[in-house]
């Protein structure tokens, strides 16, 4: 298929622009530099015990530190992969060969994840093997689905800069575009979140409770769907439990764990899409 042959090409050509290397030194460094911090907790906290740690404990550690530094990771990997290639006019050689402007845009999505899954599996491999050395638990099967769902997180942010990239011929638009959607996601989501609760009662603050509404919007973002999909796997149940994507009693379907994973596909899937309809009809 013609989208394989261009994600092939996209792979190959991170790797021999370093991309592929710089990526995956960075996470390497983060996730064995976090697993060698976390080993030492307990003996910087007076009387603490060594056999206080554990791989669970080490992916509710690793979560919000996750939640940082993927989406930056994800977001500079695709924002160039189409304005990049339009501005210096090396897109036109790409479509004169038989590549329909749809696999493309698939393509260079397939090839980015691809270096971001590389660069996080070598990374995690290597905080794995610092946990054997130093933690009296290891949970693998469980820091394994974390790990899948750090891929997934990943993934929607390549899609989300692809998409931004399928949009522009400038990588100095799409760039202050992903450094937007960065703060939104990151900084500003909870906020808005907030202004609007104000908007609807007059208070920033939930006295009786935080409401659904208020719930489900924190998970609409990829940031709140990682964590809403994560958040079983911190919790002190077996692994058969943690992976229930059933909603708690009372609680609307929206709330459940399923949902909240079917939000995160959701932005693998849509901004990828968005920007291959756009990319289709664009002047070039």
């Known amino acids: 298929m013609s989208w394989t042959v261009v994600a092939q090409k996209d792979f190959r050509d991170a790797g021999r622009s370093k991309m592929l290397w710089a990526v995956s030194v ?61 501005e210096n006019g090396s897109v036109k050689l790409l479509l004169s060969l038989p590549h329909r402007r749809s696999s493309v845009v698939f393509g260079k999505f397939v090839g980015r994840v691809s270096v971001l899954t590389v660069s996080i599996v070598v990374g995690f491999a290597v905080a794995t093997a610092v946990m054997l050395a130093l933690y009296p638990n290891v949970s693998p099967g469980r820091f394994a689905l974390f790990v899948l769902l750090a891929v997934l997180f990943g993934a929607a942010y390549v899609s989300i800069g692809v998409g931004v990239s399928s949009l522009t011929k400038s990588t100095t638009i799409a760039g202050a575009s992903i450094f937007g959607i960065y703060l939104l996601f990151n900084w500003l989501w909870e906020t808005i979140g907030l202004g609007i609760g104000w908007v609807l009662s007059g208070t920033f603050f939930f006295t009786e409770g935080i409401p659904n509404w208020f719930q ?65 009809s664009r002047d070039l």
């Open 26 to 86: 960075l996470f390497v460094l983060f996730a064995a530099g976090a697993a060698f911090i976390y080993a030492q907790i307990p003996a910087l906290q007076q009387g603490g015990a060594n056999n206080a740690i554990s791989s669970l404990g080490f992916v509710h550690f690793l979560q919000s530190p996750v939640t940082m530094l993927v989406p930056i990771i994800g977001l500079l990997l695709g924002y160039k992969a189409i304005s990049g290639e339009v």
């Open 216 to 280: 489900l919007y924190t998970r609409l973002s990829p940031n709140g769907a990682f964590s809403n999909v994560a958040g079983p796997m911190l919790s002190d149940a077996g692994i058969q439990e943690a992976l229930t994507l059933t909603p708690q009693p009372g609680d609307p379907f929206y709330l459940s764990t399923w949902f909240a994973l079917l939000i995160l596909l959701g932005w693998i899937v849509i901004p990828i899409a968005l920007g291959s309809l756009r990319f289709r």
